[in-house]
C-alpha cells in the first residue's frame, strides 16, 4: 500500500513553529504563583506585541528580491546572457559560464542571481538543442542554482546588511555593526575565495563526466524580454538615483562603510531597474510580475516577528541562550550555531526571517561568551546559505523557468553542499 506524505507549506510551518515557541514559553517562562490560564493569554499578548515589529525588515526583504528580480528581466541583462550562451561549444563551457554568472550575480543580490541563472541555464538549454550540442542540462542548471550558496556572505545578506542600520532590532545589544566587519572581513572573503575556487574545480570535474541522456529544450518566449514601450522617464530617474547612490562612496574615507545598508542596496537596485528598463510602464509590468514571488515573505515575516515577540518578551530568548552557553564553550559555539543554522533554514527558508529568530540566541550567547558577534553573524549566514542546496525553496522559480524537477537537480547540488560544509566548517573552526 503506497503512502502519499505531503510535506507542509513554508506558511504552515512558519503556524507550526509559532505554536512550539508558544508551548515553550508557557512551559518554561511560567512565573511562580501565577495562573497558567492567565500567563497563557499573557504570552498571547507578546505574540501580538511582537507581529509588527519587523515590518521595515519584512518591506526591504520583499523589496531586495523584487528588485533584484525584475532587474534580471530587463532587456540589458538579457542580451548580456544571450552574448555568454552564445559562447557556448562544449559542456564545460555551459557548466562553468553557468556556474559563474550565478555565483557572480548571487554574490550581488540574491535575486538578480536567481533569475540570472535559471535564465543563463534555459537559454543554453534552448541553444544546445538547436545546434544539436551535447550539454548535461541537469547540471547547467544546477549550476544556475549556485548564487544561493554565496549570496548571504556577500552585497545583499539579511543578517549583515540589516546589523549595519542605525536603529536595527538588536541595536541595543550589539550598536551598528558595518559591513567591514562582516561582508568585507578577511575571513569573510577568504572563505569565498576558496569557496568559489573550489566549486569551479567541481564543475569542471562533473562536467566531464560522461551525459547520460540529452534533455531536448524547446524555445520559450518567457526568457526574452521585449521592451515596447517607448516612455524614456525611466533613465531620467535612474540616472538621478545612481547619481545620488555613487555620491555616498566619496565618504568611504571619511565615515568608512557605514551607509551601505539593505535601504541604501534596495535604493541602487530601483536605479539600476530604471535605467535598465529605461521605460516607467514596462518597468511597472515586469516589477508586477516579480512581486509574485515575495507572497511568502509577506505573509510569513510577521509570523517570525511574533515568534521574536514570544522570546523576547516572556524571557525564553535569554532562557535559550543561557542553556546554549552551559551546554556549549567559545570554541563549539561557532559551529553548533552554523549547524544549526543550516538545519532551521529548511524549516525556515528566508534568511531575514531566520536571522529574526534566531540572531537574538545567537547574540545573546556570543556576547555572554565574549566571541566575536561579526564572526558568529558571518558563521550564521553561512549556516544559512549552505543548506539551499538541498532546500527546493528558492529553486521554484529555476525549476518553473528551465522546466527540470527538483530531484535532477538534487543529484548535483547535493555535492556542492558537501564541498559548502566542508570549506565553511573549517573556515569557522580555524578563525571564529
Known sequence: MKINLNFPSSFQIALLLSLIVYVLAVGFTLPTNESIFLYSFQVLKFWKS????????????????????TLAMSQPVDNFLDKVAFYVKTNTHAVLFTGGVSMAGGYLNWGFGLILGAVLARKIGEIATEKRLAVNYPLVAASGYLGMLVWHGGLSGSSTLKVAEENHFLMDKIGVVTINKTIFSDFNIWTNVVLILCLILLLLFLSKKPIDKQVEVTKNRSTKVV??????????????????SVSEFSKVYEEGWGFLDLNFVNFILLGLGLLAFGSLSRY????????????????????YAG?????????????????????SG?????????????????????????????????????????????????????????????QPFWAL???AITGLSAKSLLGYTFYFFLIALLIFGISIWLFV
Open 50 to 69: 511582537g507581529f509588527w515589529e519587523l515590518l521595515e525588515f519584512t518591506l526591504q526583504m520583499i523589496l531586495i528580491l523584487v528588485f533584484g528580480h
Open 227 to 244: 521592451n515596447e514601450s517607448k516612455d524614456k522617464l525611466g533613465y531620467l530617474i535612474g540616472l538621478i538615483i545612481l547619481a545620488l
Open 284 to 303: 511597472v509590468s515586469s516589477l508586477s510580475e516579480a512581486v509574485r514571488g515575495a507572497t511568502d515573505i509577506l505573509i510569513q515575516f510577521p509570523f
Open 307 to 327: 515568534i521574536l515577540g514570544i522570546m523576547k518578551y516572556s524571557g525564553l530568548l535569554v532562557l535559550i541562550a543561557d542553556g546554549i552557553v552551559q551546554h
Open 330 to 390: 567559545p570554541g563549539s559555539f561557532p559551529l553548533f550555531s552554523f549547524f544549526s543554522a543550516a538545519i532551521i533554514n529548511f524549516f525556515v527558508p528566508s534568511g531575514g526571517g531566520q536571522w529574526a529568530i534566531q540572531g537574538p540566541v545567537i547574540v545573546e550567547a556570543a556576547n555572554q561568551m565574549n566571541i566575536s558577534v561579526p564572526n558568529m553573524i558571518i558563521a550564521f549566514a553561512y549556516g544559512d546559505q549552505v543548506s539551499n542546496m538541498l
Open 397 to 399: 522559480p529555476l525549476l
